[in-house]
């Protein structure tokens, strides 16, 4: 069993709104008892990319704060278990959940209710204070979150995709199939969730994504060494190739080999995309 907890990495706690945590604190469990945790950076991702990214790494239960009514039905539909309105120290949480003694509140899924209009109803409350005729302030958030368009919405696309120069990377045409997807659950990079969630069918879009909005920025901490001896085979690996590891949980990672000498391998766990503008033209074709 793996737990997910959303992290204040200062303050060690549980983060307070779901959609914007910048890590989380994931607990592998073996025998009812904590054996490894990490911390795990969401590198930029938020909101409705979370669900699927703690799904990947192997999560079955969500400890959090508040969060929207769209993304609980997202991490309910990703076969996890959630536990929100938790508050205090991320470590005494996922330990009150192994004992059954956590304590959750699910009232705090109304911070993010979803609304099927504008503005909140009269005499309901989702957990927001807003003075009566007031909107919502630019930059402020209170969690509130109504699904716009396709998001949650299963899409199929073709698309291509080529950097700044004209190369082409990749083609759903050249393949002659479909691209399909869940808008918004975390399936896709940022930028193509964002510039799908509000097309039309048969609409074509074209959009250049930043890194931040693509792959990521490049981390140096996903460069690391080895020494040879201690993995069989890497002997024979050469520069430049691709090759899987297996991480602490279980799960194969892509890494390429950076450099090499007579003792120490050098991996870079990067996504051979990061750090890159990426440009996509996008054809929505059908919506399911």
Same mark, same amino acid.
């Given at each position: 069993?793996?737990?997910?907890v959303?992290?204040?990495?200062?303050?060690?706690?549980?983060?307070?709104?779901?959609?914007?945590?910048e890590?989380?604190?994931?607990?592998d469990?073996?025998?009812?008892?904590?054996?490894h945790?990490?911390?795990v950076?969401?590198?930029?991702?938020?909101?409705?990319?979370?669900?699927?990214?703690?799904?990947?790494?192997g999560?079955?239960?969500?400890?959090c704060?508040g969060l929207?009514?769209p993304l609980?039905?997202?991490?309910?539909?990703l076969?996890?278990?959630l536990y929100?309105?938790?508050?205090?120290?991320?470590?005494?949480?996922?330990?009150?959940?192994?004992?059954?003694?956590l304590?959750?509140?699910?009232?705090?899924?109304?911070?993010?209710c979803?609304?099927?209009?504008?503005e909140?109803? *009269? !005499?309901?409350? &989702?957990?927001? $204070?807003?003075d009566e005729?007031?909107s919502?302030? +630019?930059? /402020?958030?209170?969690?509130?979150?109504?699904?716009?368009?396709? *998001? !949650?919405k299963? &899409?199929?696309? $073709?698309y291509?995709?080529?950097?700044?120069?004209? +190369?082409? /990377?990749?083609?759903s045409?050249?393949?002659?199939?479909?691209? *399909?997807?869940?808008?918004?659950a975390g399936?896709?990079?940022?930028?193509?969730?964002?510039?799908?969630?509000?097309?039309k069918i048969g609409?074509?879009k074209n959009v250049?994504?930043m890194p931040e909005?693509a792959?990521?920025?490049?981390?140096?901490a996903?460069?690391?060494n080895?020494?040879?001896?201690?993995?069989?085979?890497?002997?024979?690996?050469?520069?430049?190739?691709?090759?899987?590891?297996?991480?602490?949980?279980g799960q194969?990672?892509?890494?390429?080999?950076?450099?090499?000498?007579e003792?120490?391998?050098?991996?870079?766990?990067?996504?051979?995309?990061?750090?890159?503008?990426?440009?996509?033209k996008i054809?929505?074709?059908?919506?399911?």
């Amino acid at each position: 069993m793996k737990i997910a907890v959303t992290y204040d990495k200062e303050n060690h706690s549980v983060w307070q709104h779901f959609g914007r945590t910048e890590a989380f604190k994931v607990y592998d469990v073996e025998g009812g008892s904590i054996t490894h945790s990490e911390v795990v950076s969401t590198n930029g991702n938020g909101h409705g990319a979370l669900p699927g990214f703690i799904k990947s790494l192997g999560a079955d239960v969500v400890i959090c704060g508040g969060l929207g009514a769209p993304l609980v039905d997202m991490i309910h539909s990703l076969g996890m278990e959630l536990y929100p309105g938790v508050t205090g120290d991320a470590d005494k949480a996922a330990e009150k959940f192994l004992s059954g003694e956590l304590q959750t509140n699910e009232e705090a899924v109304h911070v993010g209710c979803h609304h099927g209009h504008d503005e909140h109803e *009269e !005499g309901h409350s &989702c957990g927001c $204070h807003h003075d009566e005729g007031h909107s919502h302030e +630019e930059g /402020f958030s209170c969690g509130c979150h109504t699904p716009v368009g396709n *998001e !949650g919405k299963t &899409c199929r696309v $073709h698309y291509e995709g080529t950097f700044n120069n004209g +190369e082409k /990377f990749d083609s759903s045409y050249d393949r002659g199939e479909t691209l *399909e997807f869940v808008c918004g659950a975390g399936m896709m990079i940022k930028g193509f969730d964002e510039a799908v969630k509000e097309m039309k069918i048969g609409e074509i879009k074209n959009v250049h994504l930043m890194p931040e909005d693509a792959y990521g920025l490049p981390d140096p901490a996903a460069i690391f060494n080895v020494d040879i001896s201690e993995l069989p085979g890497s002997e024979n690996l050469e520069e430049g190739q691709q090759v899987y590891l297996t991480n602490q949980f279980g799960q194969p990672i892509p890494v390429t080999v950076a450099a090499k000498d007579e003792t120490t391998i050098t991996f870079d766990a990067n996504h051979e995309m990061a750090g890159k503008e990426l440009n996509f033209k996008i054809e929505l074709v059908e919506v399911l």
